[in-house]
């Protein structure tokens, strides 16, 4: 079992940066690999980044690639969402997800946090 926290949403101005934070519990976080969901209002609940257990191979929706990066701190039990140039279009609720795999993580994780609102504003 996997418990998240997310941490770190809020409002920012267009062109404004945030940095997520989600905190696992448990000894074994080093073996997860970890992704970022975010859900718009009106819209489905998309995927945005992943990172695979030990951070050697990281995933981009798109949308955010070349603007958005994840890491991964195992020693802190700690997954991070740096988010630069923001836009309107970011505004969402974002979610921490957690899986074994790092394919499953992009498509059906096991473990997710409640989430944490960010909004842009233009």
């Known amino acids: 079992q996997v418990q998240l926290v997310e941490s770190g949403g809020g409002l920012v101005q267009a062109g404004g940066s945030l940095r997520l934070s989600c905190a696992a519990s448990?000894?074994?976080?080093?073996?997860?690999?970890m992704g970022w969901f975010r859900q718009a209002p009106g819209k489905e609940r998309e995927f945005v980044a992943a990172?695979?257990?030990?951070?050697?191979?990281?995933y981009y929706a798109d949308s955010v690639k070349g603007r958005f990066t994840i890491s991964k701190d195992n020693a802190k039990n700690t997954v991070f969402l740096q988010m630069n140039s923001l836009k309107p279009e970011d505004t969402a609720i974002y979610y921490c997800?957690?899986?074994?795999?790092?394919?499953?993580?992009?498509?059906?994780?096991?473990?997710w946090g409640q989430g944490t609102q960010v909004t842009v504003s233009s």
């Open positions: 990172i695979s257990t030990f951070g050697a191979n990281r």
């Open positions: 448990g000894r074994t976080f080093s073996s997860y690999a």
């Open positions: 997800a957690a899986d074994g795999a790092a394919v499953t993580v992009r498509t059906n994780p096991s473990y």
